[in-house]
Nanobody, 128 residues
Framework: QVQLVESGGGSVQSGGSLKLSCTASGQSYGRRHVAWFREAPGKDREGIASLDTNTGTTVYADSVKGRFTISRDNAKNTLTREIVYLQMDSVKPDDTAMYYC????????????????WGRGTQVTVSS
C-alpha cells in the first residue's frame, strides 16, 4: 500500500511559477514509478510527467515539455517516505486543473491504467 498526498496548489498569474509536492509513504516497492496527472473541468484526466525513481528516467507530455519539471528530493527521502515535486514554470490559463500524483510498482509513463495508487489532488488556477 502507498499513500500519496499532494500540496502546493493555489492561484498564480499567467507566466508565473508554482511548485507542487507529492509526499508518498508506504511500501517502497510501490513507489518505483511516480507521475503527475491533471484534470481540467470537462476534460479527461491526462498524464503530464512521470519519473522512474530507480533510474531517474522522466517522461513529459508535449503540453508541458520545457515548462514543467518532475524531480525527487533525495535529501528528504527515507525507506518509508519520499517527496516528488512538479516545478511549473511559464504557466498558462490552460494549465488550470486539479493536479494528482500517482504511483506504481511496475509500470511508468503517462497512462492512467499504469498506476495503482492516487492522491486526492491539489487545485491549480492560472489567471490571465
Amino acid at each position: 500500500q502507498v499513500q500519496l498526498v499532494e500540496s502546493g496548489g493555489g492561484s498564480v498569474q499567467s507566466g508565473g511559477s508554482l511548485k507542487l509536492s507529492c509526499t508518498a509513504s508506504g511500501q517502497s516497492y510501490g513507489r518505483r514509478h511516480v507521475a503527475w496527472f491533471r484534470e481540467a473541468p470537462g476534460k479527461d484526466r491526462e498524464g503530464i510527467a512521470s519519473l522512474d525513481t530507480n533510474t531517474g528516467t522522466t517522461v513529459y507530455a508535449d503540453s508541458v515539455k520545457g515548462r514543467f519539471t518532475i524531480s525527487r528530493d533525495n535529501a528528504k527521502n527515507t525507506l518509508t517516505r519520499e517527496i516528488v515535486y512538479l516545478q511549473m514554470d511559464s504557466v498558462k490559463p490552460d494549465d488550470t486543473a486539479m493536479y494528482y500524483c500517482a504511483s506504481s510498482p511496475w509500470r511508468g509513463g503517462l497512462s492512467l491504467s499504469a498506476y495503482n495508487w492516487w492522491g486526492r489532488g491539489t487545485q491549480v488556477t492560472v489567471s490571465s
